[in-house]
Each structure stands twice: as C-alpha cells, then as structure tokens.
C-alpha cells in the first residue's frame, strides 16, 4: 500500500504556539482521524500541509511530490472542507461555485449537479442564509465535485445534529469505494471515527503521540476497573491513566497481561472507546493519576 502523504520534521512556530517535529504518513484507501483535544494544532497542522502556512522546517509530500514545489498541481488533486466554510456570505452558491470551479482542471458539472441534488441544496440560495450542516454539505459538494484523490477536513461534523453527521460519514464510505482514495478527517467528536476510520494519528501540544491502525490500537487497550486497597506502586505503573474515588478505580491500560495478573481479585475488563484512550495520553501518559473525592 502506498502513502498519499507522508510528512516529516515538520516545525512551526506561532511565538505561543508551535508544531514540533510532526511525522506521519497516510496510506492511499484509508481514512485516517487525526485526533486531539481543541487547541492541540490539528488546524494548523492541516494549514502547513495545504500551503496556507509556512513551514518553518520540515517535508510534506502529498502524491510523492513536495507541496511547495508543486503546490498548484497537488492542490487540483486535493477536495477540502475547513470548519470556518471559507465562502462569501453575500453571494448564492451557485455564484460561489462560478469561482471555486474554473480552479480545477478536473471539475465535473454532472457530479457537482448530483450532489447538490443530493443534499437538497438549491444553488440560488444565499450562502448568508445556509445552517451550519448545509455548509458542510455544499463543502463537501465542491470537493467532492472536481475528482479530488484526497479529501481533507477540519472538524467537518464539529456542531452538526447526529442526523447529518451520520449521512457525511456515509457519504465518505462511499467516496473510498471508487479506490486509490484518501481521506484525512480531522476531529475531537471522536465518536465519528468509531464508526469510519481506519487509522488515527493522536496530536497533542503540537506534538505527535501515536499513529496506529484502529482495530490494532483498539485490541491493544483496555479499560480496567476494581477495588483500590488492590493499587500499589508497582501495578499503578501499568496503566496510562487511573481514576481513583471511594468505591474503586477505573484505569486505561495497553498491558493487560500485567496487569491480570498483578490485580487477579475482582476487576471488571471492557473495551475502550477511542476518547477514552485518546484522553488516557493526553491526560499525561502512564505516570499520571486522576484522584477524585
């Protein structure tokens, strides 16, 4: 399988903020979710890798090809959806569209027509007058309208109601069908990638703490619960994260071997959710402990 992207020692400095040798690739028919709590620079990340920042150091490559040498090529191959819409609120669509499409070589009438029909969007209808979920869908319509190989979006289901959440995801489905795809969905609803991603890259401070396939990442960890009198310092060294109050503790590891059998009395074993082990490392790594009255 080869990598659509693969980016590395990138840095980028803010003055209060800064991306610190950022490395990771993303493997062609994947979605991959780039995960992390706000503010932990997954928008700038996705800004230095389109162009719309500049890197103070690094590589990004996007097809094999170096993103500031060939920025305009690459970007006719690249369908985005950014949180903030990008549009001008006092034209319709379909005058926002008459600038957006002569951009692309690729552009498709038809498949822009299909999906606006899809959406139930009208394209004489002002951008001003469209609800958050139907700028998403008119996003998504324009990228998805000029056969993009690589679709990247920023927090695209960040406020939107389950029910549109759910049809963007399928949509997405759909999109990896055609093959030799990517799609680099950028999220803290970590709910969403349950259900479509098959990587996770985990940003956190600027920093990278995991890229991992899913299911691998999933079956790795665990949640563990019990009695604390159980906890001492050798077995609380197993676990990425514990929560303690008076009736137990609940705790995320990624060595549950260790820890069956250091605490073989009465605990509980469950499956993680991806926020759960998404805030198992931010929350500090294995040294750290919630204490809760």
């Known amino acids: 399988m080869s990598n659509i992207v693969e980016i590395s020692g990138l840095n980028k400095n803010y003055g209060n903020f800064e991306l610190r040798d950022i490395h990771f690739s993303l493997p062609e028919d994947c979605i991959t979710g780039f995960i992390g709590i706000n503010g932990a620079g997954k928008t700038t990340t996705i800004r230095t890798m389109l162009g719309l920042a500049h890197q ?5 490559k996007i097809f094999g090809k170096d993103i500031k040498k060939h920025g305009r090529e690459l970007k006719n191959r690249i369908g985005i959806v950014l949180d903030e819409g990008c549009f001008y609120d006092e034209l319709t669509m379909a005058e926002m569209k008459s600038i957006i499409a002569p951009a692309y070589s690729r552009w498709n009438e038809k498949d822009y027509k299909n999906n606006m029909d899809r959406f139930s969007l009208h394209s004489n209808q002002q951008i001003s007058t469209l609800s958050k ?4 869908k008119f996003a998504l319509t324009l990228a998805l309208s000029h056969q993009a190989d690589l679709l990247i979006m920023d927090e695209p289901t960040s406020g939107l109601d389950p029910l549109i959440r759910i049809e963007m995801l399928e949509i997405l489905l759909d999109y990896m069908k055609q093959g030799g795809k990517g799609v680099f969905f950028s999220t803290h609803i ?4 349950d259900k479509v991603a098959d990587m996770l890259i985990l940003i956190n401070q600027g920093e990278i703490l995991f890229e991992e396939d899913k299911d691998v990442l999933m079956d790795s960890h665990r949640v563990v619960k019990g009695k604390g009198h159980h906890l001492n310092d050798e077995n609380r060294e197993l676990f990425l994260t514990i929560q303690e109050t008076h009736f137990g503790f609940t705790g995320i590891t990624n060595q549950l071997a260790q820890v069956q059998a250091s605490l073989r009395e ?25 204490a809760s009255s």
């Open 56 to 60: 103070d150091s690094g590589q990004i």
């Open 133 to 136: 979920g139907m700028r998403m």
């Open 190 to 193: 970590t709910s969403d990638l």
């Open 266 to 290: 009465d605990i509980i074993i469950e499956r993680p959710t991806i926020e759960d082990i998404m805030l198992a490392y931010v929350r500090g790594g294995k040294h750290h402990v919630i």
